[in-house]
């Protein structure tokens, strides 16, 4: 089993920055990709990055260019840096994790963005 705490929401103005933490316990060996997702009010839970074990990233076209996701192996974390936040980024973002087949979801932490 796969449990991921995220960490680094908050309130933010519009061109700040964020960073999220996700903090991957339990059998964390053999994860391949892991991701961060989100979900706004009324709204489906889409994927924002994703990186692979490899370090090989994709990202949604509209965070393309603003978010980073990167990862530190030796913690068991994976980061996901938010620059230049627009009021569209507001929502719970959720850490994912893919290993052998099971996906895994952290319980999400709000992030809020202001004018």
């Known amino acids: 089993q796969v449990q991921l705490v995220e960490s680094g929401g908050g309130l933010v103005q519009a061109g700040g920055s964020l960073r999220l933490s996700c903090a991957a316990s339990?059998?964390?060996?053999?994860?391949?990709?892991m991701g961060w997702y989100r979900q706004a009010p009324g709204k489906q839970r889409d994927l924002v990055a994703r990186i692979t074990s490899g370090g090989v990233t994709n990202y949604a076209d509209s965070v393309k260019g603003r978010f980073t996701i990167s990862r530190d192996n030796a913690k068991n974390t994976v980061y996901l840096q938010m620059n230049s936040l627009k009021l569209e980024d507001t929502a719970v973002y959720y850490c994912?994790?893919?290993?052998?087949?099971?996906?895994?979801w952290g319980q999400g932490t709000q992030v809020t963005v202001s004018s």
């Open positions: 339990g059998t964390i060996f053999n994860i391949n990709t």
């Open positions: 994912n994790a893919l290993r052998a087949g099971s996906m895994y």
